[in-house]
């Protein structure tokens, strides 16, 4: 059982930034899939960015490329989304999640986080 917990969320202006914050407990073997995955009201869930524990590249949807990143610590189990230059198209819950696997790109989750709301406003 792998347990996620996300904190860090809240609203903001346009332009400002936020950051978010997903630990990672439970039974985790080394080399996993993490990411964050957002639900914008009456829209479909999406991927945001994903990464692999292992090293490797990190991945992200286009809409945010150059404005957010994606980061793990690897002693404290932390995954980051460090958001940047948010627009009012940003709200959204956002969601932590894992899987085992090496392919990180479009991985399915197994394990969710219970979300964090983030409001941006212009």
């Known amino acids: 059982q792998v347990i996620l917990a996300e904190s860090g969320g809240g609203s903001v202006q346009a332009g400002r930034s936020l950051r978010l914050s997903c630990t990672a407990s439970?039974?985790?073997?080394?080399?996993?899939?993490l990411g964050w995955f957002r639900q914008a009201h009456g829209k479909a869930r999406e991927t945001v960015a994903t990464?692999?524990?292992?090293?490797?590249?990190?991945y992200y949807d286009e809409s945010v490329k150059g404005r957010f990143t994606v980061s793990h610590d690897d002693p404290s189990n932390t995954l980051y989304l460090q958001m940047n230059d948010l627009i009012p198209e940003d709200t959204a819950v956002y969601y932590c999640?894992?899987?085992?696997?090496?392919?990180?790109?479009?991985?399915?989750?197994?394990?969710w986080g219970q979300g964090t709301q983030v409001t941006v406003s212009s």
């Open positions: 439970g039974h985790l073997r080394s080399g996993y899939c």
């Open positions: 990464l692999y524990t292992g090293g490797g590249a990190d």
């Open positions: 999640a894992a899987a085992y696997g090496t392919q990180c790109r479009n991985f399915r989750p197994v394990y």
